[in-house]
């Protein structure tokens, strides 16, 4: 079964460089066994970095035993739903690929609130 985007469209990737994903396929597909919901495409920043880092969810620091090497500002990564929500309501919600942010997002996060976040690329899959 094909996962779908917020659009009801095939989810495109979200990055491979660093590999992300729950299942580590560069997508945000997601499955029963996905609690976390790992589904948002995001783009990382510096503000929300440092957000994330505050409130306990390190996505900076390497972390070599698990094959993580650590986000960087731009780097996209397929970031839990309920976290980007609550980046949104802290106001440090990064930008969100909407093409690589699986529909079962909108189980927890409004598509208004994803609109306000999309991440306009200038160049097509950069």
Request: aromatic share 8%; with cysteine.
């Amino acid at each position: 079964m094909v996962d779908l985007n917020v659009f009801g469209q095939e989810v495109i990737t979200c990055s491979n460089e660093p590999l992300t994903g729950y299942f580590r396929d560069g997508c945000c597909n997601t499955d029963e066994t996905d609690l976390g919901s790992h589904t948002v495409c995001v783009v990382a920043t510096e503000e929300f970095l440092k957000f994330s880092f505050k409130v306990g969810n390190d996505l900076s620091t390497p972390r070599p035993e698990f094959s993580f090497s650590g986000l960087i500002p731009g780097d996209k990564w397929c970031l839990c739903a309920e976290r980007f929500l609550e980046a949104h309501q802290n106001d440090a919600a990064p930008k969100v690929v909407l093409e690589a942010t699986n529909e079962s997002a909108l189980e927890i996060v409004p598509m208004d609130i994803l609109l306000q976040h999309a991440y306009i690329s200038k160049v097509a899959n950069d």
